[in-house]
C-alpha cells in the first residue's frame, strides 16, 4: 500500500493505538455500553497488548490501525475510520498470514462493519458464543489458507 507502512507495536505507540481502537470502536460497537469500553480502556494498555504480537500501521508518522495476534487468533484489528475502505485492514490481515496459514477471530454478531470486512476476505463462520462480559453473542469465524 502507498505510503502505509507496517511495523511492530513499540511503547511509545500506545497513546495512538487507543486513538484509534477508540475511534473504530465507538462506529463498529455502538451496541456496547460505555461500561464495557471503560473496562476495555484498562484491558488494552495492561492485559491485552503485552500478551501479544501486535503490528501496527502508519502513515505518515501517524499510527492509523492495528492488529493484535494471540498464536493464530486475531485478538483486535482496528482501523482508523478515516482510513476505513483503502486496505488497510486487508494490508494488516495479509500480513500475518505470513506468519499464520489458519486464522481465526470473534466478532461480535452486532458489528456489521467487522463481519462484513471477514466475509469478504473468506472468513467462514464455523460457531457463536456468548460473551459475558458484553450480555452479546460472538460469531467464531476461520480463515484457511492454502500454505
Given at each position: 500500500?502507498?505510503?502505509?507502512?507496517?511495523?511492530?507495536?513499540?511503547?511509545?505507540?500506545?497513546?495512538?493505538?487507543?486513538?484509534?481502537?477508540?475511534?473504530?470502536?465507538?462506529?463498529?460497537?455502538?451496541?456496547?455500553?460505555?461500561?464495557?469500553?471503560?473496562?476495555?480502556?484498562?484491558?488494552?494498555?495492561?492485559?491485552?497488548?503485552?500478551?501479544?504480537?501486535?503490528?501496527?500501521?502508519?502513515?505518515?508518522?501517524?499510527?492509523?490501525?492495528?492488529?493484535?495476534?494471540?498464536?493464530?487468533?486475531?485478538?483486535?484489528?482496528?482501523?482508523?475510520p478515516?482510513?476505513?475502505?483503502?486496505?488497510?485492514?486487508?494490508?494488516?490481515?495479509?500480513k500475518?498470514?505470513?506468519?499464520?496459514?489458519?486464522?481465526?477471530?470473534?466478532?461480535?454478531?452486532?458489528?456489521?462493519?467487522?463481519?462484513?470486512?471477514?466475509?469478504?476476505?473468506?472468513?467462514?463462520?464455523?460457531?457463536?458464543t456468548?460473551?459475558?462480559?458484553?450480555g452479546?453473542?460472538?460469531?467464531?469465524?476461520?480463515?484457511?489458507?492454502?500454505c
Amino acid at each position: 500500500m502507498k505510503n502505509i507502512k507496517l511495523r511492530e507495536f513499540k511503547n511509545s505507540d500506545l497513546n495512538e493505538l487507543m486513538t484509534v481502537w477508540e475511534n473504530a470502536s465507538k462506529l463498529a460497537h455502538s451496541f456496547l455500553s460505555e461500561e464495557f469500553f471503560e473496562k476495555e480502556r484498562y484491558n488494552i494498555p495492561n492485559i491485552y497488548i503485552p500478551n501479544a504480537d501486535t503490528l501496527v500501521a502508519e502513515n505518515e508518522g501517524n499510527v492509523i490501525g492495528f492488529i493484535s495476534m494471540i498464536d493464530n487468533e486475531i485478538g483486535g484489528l482496528f482501523v482508523d475510520p478515516e482510513f476505513h475502505g483503502v486496505g488497510v485492514g486487508t494490508y494488516l490481515v495479509d500480513k500475518v498470514r505470513e506468519i499464520h496459514c489458519n486464522l481465526i477471530v470473534e466478532v461480535f454478531e452486532d458489528n456489521t462493519i467487522g463481519r462484513r470486512f471477514y466475509t469478504s476476505y473468506g472468513f467462514k463462520i464455523i460457531d457463536k458464543t456468548f460473551h459475558s462480559g458484553s450480555g452479546k453473542t460472538m460469531i467464531i469465524m476461520k480463515y484457511i489458507s492454502k500454505c
